[in-house]
């Protein structure tokens, strides 16, 4: 029996460390699949949510599109805190499913963490190596560098005592038609074999699979589509500063329909754990970083972004500022590197009075993210007198305008990241902006100004 079958007929089971939106998502599908699972996080919540079945990730359930209680129910998922329930015979495959990145920055410690844990196995009597597969986005050398070297200096030599393989999830959460059954999955091991091995573990959930000819490889994938998006979108932003008289977001759709061209939408800046990191993770494992200039100059732009957002609102007068959204994206409770947390940060230190509302977020936790206190939405914008809407949430896009409209009386400016206002009529009080529209960041437009003289 191979170890596919294993894993189908109940023999081994598979184990899933971090319990996010990977996370979750992975022992989902493979528990589904007919797969026994078991996770650990360090999350208290987490491990509650997999063993009830309950989705409370926002987005998350929408985005699976099936009922993850029944596969709690038949314990074909559970989690635990204790870590060593993952260190068994009879858990065969691991899944590594935590953050790589600290402050805006490729981070390894807790890498490092659950490899000691995982290098457990040297002190179990096992049929077969087990197959750890990292689905966690990494620096292209830090296998090498890093894993591989620890594993063996914990006394398992990778390729014999334990399988390695890099498998780097490309899923999109707001997307129920970007699955992880359904986009297409790279996957390398450190031998040909061990590749193979992951094609067919994953291929239980993964329709479409990608050999890459190795680890590297496979890892270095991820950095690079997300580096060229970063490019692109950087690009984007810099035409929309460099033409502020032009409406830069339908010159750039205009281009999109060339068969060969995506479309970009200009923006507050990048975010989230793949698009602003990608260069990073491929400055940091290249052999000649100083040749990728593009990169080093695509995020000087892209960190500097919500700088030049704040300084516009300034510029204009604003005094009391309302921040629709923290995380980077809609209907996600994903801040790492969101624009917002930069854009409150500099207006704060340059006086302005901000508040901010996501539904997603907590008053505590706004406080401890941008150190701001959190409204209401929308009766929170009554005093306000202009509105940065950077994520692009359902609850803002479909409440109804006349609710909204109530509380705009003091509004005189609305910068809409994502235009999802551009169809709303608002008062004619109102200066209203989509990003990458025609001055969107001049506060020199007809010599309007906030304030009063």
Same mark, same amino acid.
């Given at each position: 029996?191979?170890?596919?079958?294993?894993?189908?007929?109940?023999?081994?089971?598979?184990?899933?460390?971090?319990?996010?939106?990977?996370?979750?998502?992975?022992?989902?599908?493979?528990?589904?699949?007919?797969?026994?699972?078991?996770?650990? &996080?360090?999350? $208290?919540?987490?491990? !509650? /949510? *997999?063993?009830?079945?309950?989705? %409370? #990730? =926002?987005?998350?359930?929408?985005?699976?599109?099936?009922?993850?209680?029944?596969?709690?129910?038949?314990?074909?998922?559970?989690?635990?805190? &204790?870590?060593? $329930?993952?260190?068994? !015979? /009879? *858990?065969?495959?691991?899944?590594? %499913? #935590? =953050?790589?990145?600290?402050?805006?920055?490729?981070?390894?410690?807790?890498?490092?963490?659950?490899?000691?844990?995982?290098?457990?196995?040297?002190?179990?009597?096992?049929?077969?190596? !087990?197959? *750890?597969?990292?689905?966690?986005?990494?620096? =292209?050398?830090?296998?090498?560098?890093?894993?591989?070297?620890?594993?063996?200096?914990?006394?398992?030599?990778?390729?014999?005592?334990?399988?390695?393989?890099?498998?780097?999830?490309?899923?999109?959460?707001?997307?129920?038609?970007?699955?992880?059954?359904?986009?297409?999955?790279?996957?390398?091991?450190?031998?040909?074999?061990?590749?193979?091995?992951?094609?067919?573990?994953?291929?239980?959930?993964?329709?479409?699979?990608?050999?890459?000819?190795?680890?590297?490889?496979?890892?270095?994938?991820?950095?690079?589509?997300?580096?060229?998006?970063?490019?692109?979108?950087?690009?984007?932003?810099?035409?929309?500063?460099?033409?502020?008289?032009?409406?830069?977001?339908?010159?750039?759709?205009?281009?999109?329909?060339?068969?060969?061209?995506?479309?970009?939408?200009?923006?507050?800046?990048?975010?989230?754990?793949?698009?602003?990191?990608?260069?990073?993770?491929?400055?940091?494992?290249?052999?000649?970083?100083?040749?990728?200039?593009?990169?080093?100059?695509?995020?000087?732009?892209?960190?500097?972004?919500?700088?030049?957002?704040?300084?516009?609102?300034?510029?204009?007068?604003?005094?009391?500022?309302?921040?629709?959204?923290?995380?980077?994206?809609?209907?996600?409770?994903?801040?790492?590197?969101?624009?917002?947390?930069?854009?409150?940060?500099?207006?704060?230190?340059?006086?302005?009075?901000?508040?901010?509302?996501?539904?997603?977020?907590?008053?505590?936790?706004?406080?401890?993210?941008?150190?701001?206190?959190?409204?209401?939405?929308?009766?929170?914008?009554?005093?306000?007198?202009?509105?940065?809407?950077?994520?692009?949430?359902?609850?803002?896009?479909?409440?109804?305008?006349?609710?909204?409209?109530?509380?705009?009386?003091?509004?005189?400016?609305?910068?809409?990241?994502?235009?999802?206002?551009?169809?709303?009529?608002?008062?004619?009080?109102?200066?209203?902006?989509?990003?990458?529209?025609?001055?969107?960041?001049?506060?020199?437009?007809?010599?309007?100004?906030?304030?009063?003289?």
């Amino acid at each position: 029996m191979n170890l596919k079958e294993e894993l189908l007929t109940g023999k081994k089971k598979l184990g899933v460390w971090g319990l996010g939106y990977i996370g979750f998502s992975s022992i989902a599908y493979f528990a589904r699949a007919g797969v026994t699972c078991i996770g650990t &996080d360090v999350s $208290e919540q987490r491990i !509650s /949510d *997999v063993n009830g079945g309950n989705v %409370t #990730i =926002p987005n998350l359930r929408f985005w699976l599109g099936f009922d993850t209680s029944v596969l709690a129910k038949h314990k074909q998922m559970s989690a635990t805190k &204790d870590w060593k $329930e993952l260190i068994q !015979s /009879d *858990v065969a495959v691991h899944l590594i %499913t #935590i =953050p790589t990145e600290m402050n805006g920055k490729p981070y390894h410690d807790i890498l490092k963490d659950v490899v000691d844990k995982i290098s457990g196995f040297k002190n179990v009597k096992m049929e077969h190596p !087990s197959l *750890v597969i990292v689905e966690s986005t990494l620096t =292209p050398t830090v296998a090498d560098s890093i894993v591989i070297p620890l594993f063996e200096k914990n006394g398992l030599k990778v390729g014999k005592d334990i399988l390695f393989g890099i498998a780097p999830r490309r899923d999109w959460f707001t997307s129920p038609d970007k699955t992880l059954e359904l986009l297409p999955r790279v996957v390398g091991g450190t031998t040909k074999e061990t590749t193979q091995l992951m094609a067919d573990i994953l291929g239980i959930i993964c329709k479409s699979i990608i050999k890459a000819p190795d680890h590297k490889h496979a890892s270095i994938v991820k950095s690079i589509e997300n580096a060229y998006r970063q490019l692109e979108i950087t690009f984007a932003n810099q035409l929309s500063q460099a033409y502020p008289d032009m409406d830069m977001m339908s010159v750039l759709q205009m281009a999109g329909t060339k068969w060969n061209i995506g479309s970009y939408h200009p923006s507050f800046g990048t975010g989230g754990y793949c698009i602003p990191l990608a260069p990073q993770y491929v400055l940091e494992g290249a052999t000649h970083p100083e040749k990728l200039t593009l990169l080093h100059e695509s995020m000087k732009t892209d960190f500097n972004l919500p700088q030049v957002v704040a300084e516009s609102v300034i510029q204009r007068g604003a005094q009391k500022v309302a921040v629709l959204g923290l995380a980077y994206t809609g209907d996600l409770k994903v801040d790492v590197l969101s624009p917002a947390k930069g854009i409150c940060k500099y207006l704060k230190e340059k006086g302005v009075d901000v508040k901010v509302h996501d539904p997603y977020y907590s008053s505590e936790e706004v406080q401890k993210l941008v150190q701001c206190e959190r409204i209401s939405f929308p009766e929170g914008l009554e005093d306000r007198d202009c509105i940065l809407i950077v994520s692009p949430h359902r609850v803002y896009k479909f409440t109804k305008k006349r609710e909204v409209e109530k509380f705009l009386g003091n509004t005189k400016l609305v910068l809409d990241n994502m235009g999802i206002w551009r169809d709303i009529k608002l008062p004619a009080h109102i200066e209203y902006f989509e990003a990458g529209t025609a001055y969107w960041l001049s506060h020199n437009h007809h010599e309007n100004r906030l304030s009063t003289d």
